[in-house]
């Protein structure tokens, strides 16, 4: 490149979004998550959707009508076990957004909050489901890549990570003496 000629970013990432359902993959997410967010200096905002119990709810004979204490619950210990992911220092650092949507498409409502707030990068764990099991399971990693307007990264929880423990050290280390 000529010294005379402005250097052009190509990723520009402000906003990066791992949404999580508590599981090993979705670890794997909030691992590549963190240090992307550290990377490019951008808002990690960490999402789960709990299930929306009343748009399955049939209620029987003798079962309550009402799932309000029951979906408060699963929200409240939802956003506890989001807490527990992400530190307070770590909060701070990567100025993170901890989310709960409810909904009873996990896939749309991850979709519908990446729209509402602009995200640049959408980070999902996966089981790598196939045959049988991801014909009667789908996939939300898959419904999110198909659907969303910004580029996806899908993580298994047991593939090769190219986040080395060593380099995050490294990284700290830097910041530190800076």
């Known amino acids: 490149m000529r010294s005379d000629q402005p250097e052009v970013g190509v990723i520009a990432l402000k906003n990066i979004l791992v949404a999580t359902d508590f599981g090993e993959p979705a670890a794997a997410a909030l691992r590549y998550g963190r240090e992307l967010a550290r990377r490019f200096n951008a808002s990690l905002h960490v999402l789960h959707v ?3 119990l009343s748009a399955h709810a049939v209620p029987g004979p003798g079962m309550p009508a009402d799932f309000g204490e029951m979906q408060t619950t699963l929200e409240q210990d939802a956003f506890s076990n989001l807490q527990s992911l992400v530190s307070e220092p770590d909060r701070a650092a990567l100025h993170a957004h901890l989310e709960i949507a409810i909904s009873a498409w996990p896939g749309q409502a991850i979709l519908g909050y990446a729209r509402d707030l602009k995200i640049d990068l959408i980070i999902v764990g996966t ?3 196939t ?4 014909f009667f399971l789908g996939s939300v990693a ?6 969303a307007t910004c580029p996806v990264l899908t993580v298994r929880a047991q593939e090769r990570d190219f986040i080395h423990p060593d380099a995050l050290l490294r990284i700290h280390h830097e910041e530190v003496r800076h």
């Open 50 to 52: 709990v299930d929306d």
């Open 127 to 129: 089981h790598g489901r």
């Open 131 to 134: 045959g049988l099991a991801y």
């Open 142 to 147: 898959q419904q999110v890549a198909r659907g």
